[in-house]
């Protein structure tokens, strides 16, 4: 899909193979499956170039970089299909994945259901790989991550994170033609500011590592903490919070898997017997958009197939579903481009997602507030009840009482016990959507949400 | 494989380090599912590589590369040193490694059967025969069943000597029962949840399992919980089966004495510890029956935190963590060590993949058993609920409070179990739990269960941890929060 210029082996240690390269690689392959009696085969490369600098204690006690390069086999025969995957690129390696898969896939009964390869697909072109970033060096990275802790060590804090950068690429190609590429490039930076017994934290993620400010988010985090001392205790009960976009990521991230239609075949999704009703607020919409300039990620899911833009919720109703080949022609509808790669039993997920939002601010929604919490972020979110989507999960650096239009004071640390579907139908403001990244679902555009009636059960001891 | 790590010992040396170790690793993987009758993943894998970690200028670098090549080695050992010296450009102190001796050892696991040599026709027709089982019981809406298999060769080297060898066989199996009725979801699963049973030993620990007999029970208790009570919110004495108890050590025992928490080092992600130093051998954590050891030794058992040597060439031990009630140990590693007065490592550095850097992480973090008959257990309680087989799981960032929901409960009335309750849950704060333990029950009931998904570290890695538990006891503990009066 992007421009490659070099091979791995001009490039030297630290850079991804070329498409030349990985096209080779892929018809080795597939010559191989041929030649091995595969009726059809399917080959995915996957290459990995990242190097992450730790750091703690204000100063980095970790600091690694990673390259590899992974094959994975699906072979064909008989309506029936395995994977095998392997890192081993000389040719009898190969060769001994290409059989073991086919002995593999030899070994089960027939799948009726099972369906062909699909053919050569054409693909929205996407750019998202930032020769900046890739070129970014560990001795750069020191430098950012110095500042941030010389910063710490002025507040009279304590820093610990992590700044990343890496590049990867990935392939999928078959033996009915089909041959997609992709690569991207990808910078983050987190850090937790720690000052007496309380912590606060800021967290980016970029293609672009000149879109990332380490020493903005440094700050952020360092006034919060500033902010976040002396926590008082609150009664645990219902409150209005103010979700800041990453604690509304952590927690709506567990609600996607549901919009498989392989889930709610399965009778394992919230979605059952709901699509089409008024399930969230009117102030509510949802799609899944690969090409959305927020998000990241291939344009083609599992299987090489395009990813389409999928409208799932439009006005609190849901009104579609996600849907693989397999899961499509069960229903009688189009793919949509979402399918994991085959074999597995969980089908198909969207993994762009991107809220409409609202027109507040975050200072608007703080304002408008009589009495309520502002979230900086959520932790070790559990799934409680799978129906009503009742979710368990901690505050974490960083809750502050509102009061009056303002905040007032840090507050110690609550347990929420929360259905997802009543949280979206008592959303009462939004800010715009912005690309946001926490530590429990992948990253997604959100906005930060103003939520009446937010149930907290219990309360810890910071 | 160590004339490759020998390349990568030597270019540290000459490039700078000051000490270095390098891993190979070959790590294969078989995945087997069923779901409703069908085969779901079928798949194999395999990945090789080394890794490369340094010393150099007083600070850690590490590097590593799927390109098994004496180039390749070289320039990946020449990469490791290059980061460790940007790494001291912001370091805080020089990094101080308690002494070790320098071994030269190969090890297996031992297992009868290698589950990569049973017939993959013999595999799938165990899964196919238990998920027909299940889906027998009229009621249930999806059945699921798995098997996941793991072989593991690592060639450990370092710059003291040491050349370690270690060949480990993991297996794992089990099977769900899904119910969907009216506006809920309710599931049953053998021999636990979120993947079953999982054990350092060979495909005898499927055929122990004995998934196919199981089967109809899982399915009719999946339905049943449709018709059963909703459990009480209340105060009250609470029985665990000992694979939830198994969960519970990990999260409010295992991870607060792991010392690079304690020492802030994973306060970005993970999380720290309420486990400060100053509370080593004065924290009463538990009552006077509450004793806990970390074990990777292999007496211990055949479990996921079993091994001769860690990651970093320091021999598997016991630790007592609790001794008697009072809090005597964390898990420590060759840097942490002395931050605890201790001379030597206490073995628990370890790393997922050729790919990662070892890092502290939980062994075999065991509840040692107590005296009690599991039928005296209920007999001698008036009024509680048994609950078994986890659902879902949390607790807060220093390990304080917690939250955990069970698949099934039953309730006991005069010492007799009476009926089966749904949704349960209990929660409390980590020590008051374990003060309120008055009961443990024999290792006639004690069996070490394998977690094998537990996620630390940056970049994130998943470990497998073991935990030996018995059912036990508890009183006053806070019961239902988390589904209130459904």
Known sequence: MTPHSKSRIDEGARGLSSEKRLHELMQTVIRLGKAAGAEETEVHLDETLDALTRFANNGIHQNVAEHGLTVSVR???????ARVTTNKLDEDSLRAAVESSLSLAQSQPKVPYLLPMPAKQRYQRVQRFVKSTAELSAAERARAVRKACDLAVKEGQVAAGIFVSGQMQS????????????????AEFSITMQQEAATSWAKGNAADVRNLDPQVLAQRASKKARLATSAGELPPEKYTVILEP???LDLVGFLFYDFAATAVDDKRSCLNDRMGKQLFGENISICDDAYHPGQLGAPFDGEGI????????DKGVPRNLVYSRSSAKRAGKKPTGHGFALPNEYGEAPMNLVFSGGKSSLEEMIASTDRGLLVTRLWYIREVDPYEKVMTGMTRDGLFLVEKGKVTSAARNFRFNQSVLEMLRNVELMSPAVRATGEEAFEMVVP??????????????? | MYDLATHALDTARVRGASYADARVMHLRQRDLTTKNGEVGTLAQSESIGIGVRVLASGAWGFASTDRLTKEGVVTCAAEAVKIAKA????????????PEDAYVDSWQSPFRKDPFEIPLETQLELLLKADAEMRRVKGVTLTETDLQFRKIDSWFASSIGSRIHQRKVISGCGIVATCYQGEEIQKRSYPNSFGGQYALRGYELVEEMDLVK??????????????????????????????QLGLQIHESVGHPIELDRVLGQEANFAGTSFLTLDKLNKLKYGTDIVNVVADARLEHGQGLGTFAYDDEGVPAQCTDIIKDGQFRGYLSNRETAHLVGLARSSGTMRTESWNRLPIIRMTNISLLPGTWKENDLIADTEDGILMDTNRSWSIDDRRYQFQFSTEIAWEIKGGKKVRILKNPSYSGITTEFWNSCDAICSRDYWTLWGTPNCGKGQPMQTMGTGHGASPARFRNVRIGTAFGEK
């Open chain 1, 75 to 81: 072979t064909f025969l008989d309506r029936k299909t």
């Open chain 1, 171 to 186: 392939a999928v190609g078959n033996s009915r033609g089909l041959f997609a590429t992709y690569r991207q490039t990808r």
């Open chain 1, 246 to 248: 990453a604690a509304v």
């Open chain 1, 306 to 313: 395009p990813r389409q833009r999928v409208l799932l919720v």
């Open chain 1, 448 to 462: 930060a949400m103003k939520i009446n009636g937010f149930q907290f059960t219990e309360v810890t001891k910071f």
């Open chain 2, 87 to 98: 790494s001291a450009l912001a370091k805080r102190s020089d990094v101080i490694m308690a």
């Open chain 2, 214 to 243: 199981h089967a109809p029970r899982v399915a009719e208790e999946a339905v049943a919980l449709h018709s059963a009570a909703q459990c009480p919110r209340k105060n009250g004495t609470l029985i665990l089966s000992g694979s």
